[in-house]
């Protein structure tokens, strides 16, 4: 029987500091990671690239969060968005990227298997 090759919506739960958490995509589509690859890249005038990394930066958080337990100043639940992301304090999107890069690892672990290391007698 062929496997199905479609992206579920499955999130996964990763807790941060001070009873915070985020949320993130367990798995992205191919068209989530398209978008990623082309953010912030513009043609040049006089041919080739250039590739504005802030705007890279934040579709690569984006891409992946799903939710967070953030709140605004007034105590106010926000949502993941352009706006908000940039507006978090540096540590707060240094735990993001962690647990992002924590469950892209995992993820890429979980997807090759059990490492085979060298037959050593």
């Known amino acids: ?3 199905c090759r479609f992206v ?3 999130t996964l ?3 941060l500091s001070d009873g915070d958490w985020i949320e993130l995509k367990r798995e992205l589509t191919a068209g989530e990671r398209w978008s990623i690859d ?3 890249l513009r043609e040049r005038d006089e041919g080739g690239y250039d590739r504005d990394l802030s705007a ?3 579709a690569i958080r984006l891409g992946w969060l799903v939710n967070w337990s953030f709140i605004d100043p007034a105590g106010n639940q926000t949502e993941p968005t352009a706006l908000t992301l940039t507006a978090l ?3 707060t999107i ?3 990227d962690e647990a992002i890069m924590a469950h892209v690892k995992a993820q890429r672990a979980e997807k090759n ?3 085979r290391g060298s037959d050593t007698a």
């Open 13 to 15: 739960r990763y807790d």
């Open 113 to 115: 298997g059990p490492s």
């Open 8 to 10: 579920q919506p499955n």
């Open 1 to 3: 029987m062929p496997r």
């Open 89 to 91: 304090d540096l540590p």
């Open 38 to 40: 082309a953010a912030g």
């Open 56 to 58: 890279r930066s934040v």
């Open 94 to 96: 240094g735990e993001i």
